[in-house]
Structures are given as structure tokens and as C-alpha cells.
T-cell receptor
Framework: DTAVSQTPKYLVTQMGNDKSIKCEQN?????MYWYKQDSKKFLKIMFS???????INETVPNRFSPKSPDKAHLNLHINSLELGDSAVYFC????????????????FGSGTRLTVV | TQLLEQSPQFLSIQEGENLTVYCNSS?????LQWYRQEPGEGPVLLVT?????EVKKLKRLTFQFGDARKDSSLHITAAQPGDTGLYLC?????????????FGTGTRLKVLA
């Protein structure tokens, strides 16, 4: 009954490879996000989709491309992986945007630890 | 430039002690949230505060939003090992006509039995 599930949990790959991370939510939320958490645990937003429409696209290399086939899914594809892409990537969803009304915030997945070697 | 600075960055205390974590900014936020993240998991929402001066309690946790809505604190009474985790504040502000949602720098708490 996982609310936000992302796969894989761990991903180890070589520089230059292309990889994808999948995310699905069963909460009926309209908005989904991708966040990157660096080694210092700082969370930075990358993308956000509302009903399959891109609404937030922060300064992220264009090697990163999100895709939302429907409002329950938001996948992240990364081309030509670099060492600096190593991090934990979190998918999240929210009922409202911004997700800051009382008692309503983000629901996060458990993260994908990407290691580029 | 980090808009939401948390202090302390790391905190290791004994079970039963009290502690306070601070979340400070020079900007005004329309609301502020606190999350707790355990190892290998995503952050989980604890509370949202929206009014300046607001105080909310969640069992042994007390959250306060500053009167000017620029800062917040989290106080834990009689900490337990289960409180161990990364505590993140996060705020929403309106900037250039769009909403910005920003996470703080985080406080890693370890409560020793």
C-alpha cells in the first residue's frame, strides 16, 4: 500500500550511461516532483508536474528529462551520467501546490540512491 | 545563498534530555513546515505553521513560527532514541510572482539510549 513508490532503490552505473528512475503515486494527487538530495542532505527541487504539465523546471542540466505519462506517474531519465550526478533522488507528490497548507505537504518516496562510478 | 539556515547542524544527546532546533531566514515566509527523515527513507511531514507566533504541539514536539514569519523552532521534550533522524524545515514564499518552496539545511539529531 505504498503511497509513493520509486524504483530502483539503488542504482550503480558507469559514467556515460543512460538510466531511468520510475515513480508512481496512488494518492490521487495532481502534482508530482523530483528532488535531488546531495551528500550534505540538502534537498533541491528539480522538476514538478501538475496534471501531466511541467510547472517547475529548475536549473538542471538538460541531460535530465522528466516524463509524465499520466498524473500518477513521473519518471526521470538521465543521459550521459556524470560523477557529480551521484546523489539520492526523491519523487514526491502533493494534493495542493504549493504543498504548504495546514496538514498538507509533500508525500515522498523512499528515494533512489544513484552512484556513478 | 541559503535562505533557510538551521542550527545546530548536528546534535547528539542522551535520552531524556530536551533540545531545540532553529530555522532562520532573513525572508518572510507565508508558511513553514517541519519534516523528519529517517535513514533510507524520504522526509515525512510533521507540522505546518501559517500564522506569525503560532505554536503547535505534537506529543513531545513543540513547533513555533516567529512573529515576523522569518524563523521557526522545534523543541523536543524528553528526547527518545526514536526521535533520531534528520529534521528539515521548509518554507513557502512568493517571489517574482511565483511560489518558491525551499528546504532548510537540516539538523541531524542522534538520541543515545
Amino acid at each position: 500500500d505504498t503511497a509513493v513508490s520509486q524504483t530502483p532503490k539503488y542504482l550503480v552505473t558507469q559514467m556515460g550511461n543512460d538510466k531511468s528512475i520510475k515513480c508512481e503515486q496512488n494518492l490521487g494527487h495532481d502534482t508530482m516532483y523530483w528532488y535531488k538530495q546531495d551528500s550534505k542532505k540538502f534537498l533541491k527541487i528539480m522538476f514538478s508536474y501538475n496534471n501531466k504539465e511541467l510547472i517547475i523546471n529548475e536549473t538542471v542540466p538538460n541531460r535530465f528529462s522528466p516524463k509524465s505519462p499520466d498524473k500518477a506517474h513521473l519518471n526521470l531519465h538521465i543521459n550521459s551520467l556524470e560523477l557529480g550526478d551521484s546523489a539520492v533522488y526523491f519523487c514526491a507528490s502533493s494534493q495542493y501546490f504549493p504543498p504548504a497548507q495546514t496538514d498538507y505537504g509533500y508525500t515522498f518516496g523512499s528515494g533512489t540512491r544513484l552512484t556513478v562510478v | 545563498t541559503q535562505l533557510l539556515e538551521q542550527s545546530p547542524q548536528f546534535l547528539s544527546i542522551q535520552e531524556g534530555e530536551n533540545l531545540t532546533v532553529y530555522c532562520n531566514s532573513s525572508s518572510v515566509f507565508s508558511s513553514l513546515q517541519w519534516y523528519r527523515q529517517e535513514p533510507g527513507e524520504g522526509p515525512v511531514l510533521l507540522v505546518t505553521v501559517v500564522t506569525g507566533g503560532e505554536v503547535k504541539k505534537l506529543k513531545r514536539l513543540t513547533f513555533q513560527f516567529g512573529d515576523a514569519r522569518k524563523d521557526s523552532s522545534l523543541h523536543i521534550t524528553a528526547a527518545q532514541p526514536g526521535d533520531t533522524g534528520l529534521y528539515l524545515c521548509a518554507g513557502v514564499k512568493l517571489a517574482s510572482g511565483t511560489y518558491k518552496y525551499i528546504f532548510g539545511t537540516g539538523t541531524r539529531l542522534k538520541v543515545l539510549a
